[in-house]
């Protein structure tokens, strides 16, 4: 596997081709919790001015902190509550520019002013869980960020 130390700066298909190098075959739940962590860690790297990246996985009618990067996180997520929640409940990706301007974000971080959450849905569309991705700047995400998530959701997707 290359070093993480080389991510930096290297264009999406290389980045997204070392990562996908880096994880194994999925037979158990260890192999499926180390392929989320590395994938927290691979972006973590290399996508600029971001604080935290990670996974919260749906089990009980909630979402349950899963592998991540960053500082510690809120550990559980009701369905509807902060961004993480209404991305579970509508099924869908929310992109807030100011998160101090969204109803009920949850704020595991003062450093946090930005966020991108994207749902990872099966085939029938019921929720694996989400990729939550927390920036230090205002507005730090784009529809490119967007697209990025939505192929990682698909690689994440394909191991459950
Ligand atoms: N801000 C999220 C909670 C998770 S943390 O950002 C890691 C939310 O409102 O759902």
Same mark, same amino acid.
């Given at each position: @596997?290359?070093?993480?130390?080389?991510?930096?700066?290297?264009?999406?298909? %290389? &980045?997204?081709? &070392? @990562?996908?190098?880096? %994880?194994?075959?999925?037979?158990?739940?260890?192999?499926?919790?180390?392929?989320?962590?590395?994938? $927290?860690?691979?972006? #973590?790297?290399?996508?600029? $001015?971001?604080?935290?990246?990670? #996974?919260?996985?749906?089990?009980?009618?909630?979402?349950?902190?899963?592998?991540?990067?960053?500082?510690?996180? !809120?550990?559980?997520?009701?369905?509807?509550?902060?961004? !993480?929640?209404?991305?579970? @409940? +509508?099924?869908?990706? &929310?992109?807030?520019?100011?998160? $101090?301007?969204?109803?009920?974000?949850?704020?595991?971080?003062?450093?946090?002013?930005?966020? %991108?959450?994207?749902?990872?849905?099966?085939?029938? @569309?019921? =929720?694996?869980?989400?990729?939550?991705?927390?920036?230090?700047?205002? $507005?730090?995400?784009?529809?490119?960020?967007?697209?990025?998530?939505?192929? =990682?959701? +698909?690689?994440?997707?394909? &191991? #459950?």
């Amino acid at each position: @596997m290359s070093s993480f130390k080389t991510l930096s700066g290297i264009p999406e298909e %290389l &980045f997204l081709e &070392f @990562m996908k190098e880096a %994880l194994v075959p999925v037979e158990t739940l260890i192999d499926r919790v180390s392929n989320l962590a590395n994938i $927290s860690a691979f972006l #973590f790297d290399w996508l600029d $001015s971001v604080n935290w990246v990670g #996974f919260y996985l749906y089990e009980d009618g909630k979402l349950k902190l899963g592998p991540f990067q960053g500082e510690p996180a !809120c550990q559980a997520i009701e369905n509807g509550r902060g961004v !993480c929640g209404r991305a579970l @409940m +509508e099924k869908r990706y &929310f992109n807030v520019p100011d998160v $101090s301007l969204f109803p009920g974000h949850i704020a595991c971080s003062d450093k946090s002013k930005s966020e %991108l959450v994207y749902p990872i849905l099966r085939e029938d @569309m019921s =929720v694996i869980g989400v990729i939550d991705i927390d920036s230090p700047i205002l $507005s730090r995400f784009s529809e490119d960020d967007v697209r990025l998530l939505q192929r =990682v959701s +698909e690689i994440v997707k394909s &191991f #459950f």
